[in-house]
């Protein structure tokens, strides 16, 4: 390791005095001028973890849904994964050492995590739209070629897709052929394979609107479309030529506010979708007849996506298990759903697609998403294998049948991460297959009223939680206030939990009609919240909750 060299490239890479940064499950985020340091950094970061791994690591430069004024960067690890809980905290050292100490707490980390360093090094990198990209991007491949490493740029390419190139080249072309061109035939020849015999082949049935909120998103759909065109036509907005990255729409906007995008003209009952500024969030909605607003979120997506799945495995007649992984945040009539009535096995996480990713890898088909419509299916090396062999040895056409229709399912999934696209493509594939409507697949159960709050504190160590963040620990006494008040209302929930990376409280509350949950997260928050965490009691006097 040439220190000098990399003292002297870092000197072109300068950190700002005192800035401190955290690396979360999202990676680094924040304003982009704070972050070229960070980007060269982070360069030399992953071409270590490619020499410990010895395998390809992906670096993505992108902010997802934040504003465009941000951006951030996030590395990928050999399978598509997010990065090992213990190279986040070397990725939080290294970005906040100070520049006379930063070769230091370089090669402590490579003796820490016992590195090769004389192993070879290979590294994919890919960035959004944003206007600093292009130039936060170089960064990395500053760090990248300071140390050595070799790399490939793949430019202008969603979160996604960088996962599945990392997964293709670390599986010797086994998932599929790491370029663009390999990702597009790989779904799209599952997506046409699904859909070839389908009832319905009215084409309006099979047009779609897609907010592409102003992101990469609409660049890959433009680029994908051609191959897809005979089985769905999309019609794409907000497609970055005019409006502003995530502004006014996108997935994050029209699941927060509960309403359409801007820049996108909606007709009652026509199936409309958003994706996030880097395509692996996806939401549906629809107006109805009465020009009123309907949302179809990740919990929705789940269960569509599982349902259609255990359906085909009671047809081939295999007892593989399947399992839907969800966060505290999912509505409890999902749950419900799913247990009582698909008879399907529901487990909750901690908050944070890692969790998610983590618990479903323990079931032959585990299918995770988060409300905000991050999510994907995974299915085991043993489920897929057995899959593929019932294809060739079942007899029985039905049963065979329902074996291939499970076949191409595997292939459709991008199981490296939560694809946009690829989630498209696997409910518009399940609605035609099932001859549904996007009301009848709303319609499936209705969502219990709830509501989300940040309450600011001025430390959120002083909660802490248990059992998925749905109970809380400390301070003492908190979660029995809740309890109190959950109790009076029917299917009535509610939980508060830190955030992950804010001095904030996030409250959630959910009941069975609209006076019951504006009255139970008020007084969750005015009578329990604040006066055991924020609105410390002053004498009698209890501060207000803002």
Known sequence: ???????????????????????????FRTKAEHLDHVMFRMGLLAVLRSKQTKSTIGVMVTASHNPEEDNGVKLVDPLGEMLAPSWEEHATCLANAEEQDMPRVLMDISV??????????????????????????????????????????????????????????NTSGQYGEATLEGYYQKLSKAFMELTKQTLCSEDEYRSLKVDCANGIGALKLKEMEHYVSQGLSVQLFNDGTKGKLNHLCGADFVKSHQKPPQGMEMKSNERCCSFDGDADRIVYHYLDVDGHFHLIDGDKIATLISSFLKELLLEIGESLNIGVVQTAYANGSSTRYLEEVMKVPVYCT??????????????????????????????SKAAETKIR????????????????????????????????????????????????????????????????LKVKVADRQVISTTDAERQVVTPPGLQEAINDLVKKYKLSRAFVRPSGTEDVVRVYAEAD??????????????????????????????????
């Open 1 to 27: 390791m040439d220190l000098d060299a990399i003292t002297e490239y870092s000197a072109l890479h300068p950190k700002p005095s005192g800035l401190i940064l955290q690396y979360g499950t999202a990676g």
């Open 112 to 169: 820490k995590a016992a590195v090769n360093l004389q192993q070879d090094a290979f590294i994919v990198i890919g960035r959004d739209t944003r206007s600093t990209s292009e130039k936060l991007s170089q960064s990395v491949i500053d760090g990248v070629t300071v140390l050595e490493g070799q790399f490939h740029d793949y430019g202008l390419v969603t979160t996604p897709q960088l996962h599945y190139m990392v997964y293709c080249r």
């Open 350 to 379: 901690k908050t944070g697609v890692k969790h998610l990713h983590h618990k479903a890898q323990e079931f032959d088909i585990g299918v995770y998403f988060e409300a905000n419509g991050h999510g994907t299916v995974l299915f």
């Open 389 to 452: 062999q019932l294809t060739k040895e079942l007899e029985d056409e039905k049963r065979k049948a329902a074996a291939k229709m499970l076949e191409n399912v595997i292939d459709l999934f991008n199981q490296a991460a939560g694809d946009a696209i690829s989630d498209m493509l696997v409910i518009e594939a399940i609605l035609t297959l099932k001859d549904l409507t996007i009301q009848q697949w709303d319609a499936l159960y209705m969502d219990l009223p709830n509501r989300q």
């Open 513 to 546: 009609s609209q006076v019951s949950w504006d009255g139970s997260i008020e007084k969750m928050c005015g009578e329990s919240l604040i006066p055991w965490v924020v609105g410390v009691v002053v004498g009698e006097k209890r501060k207000p909750f803002q």
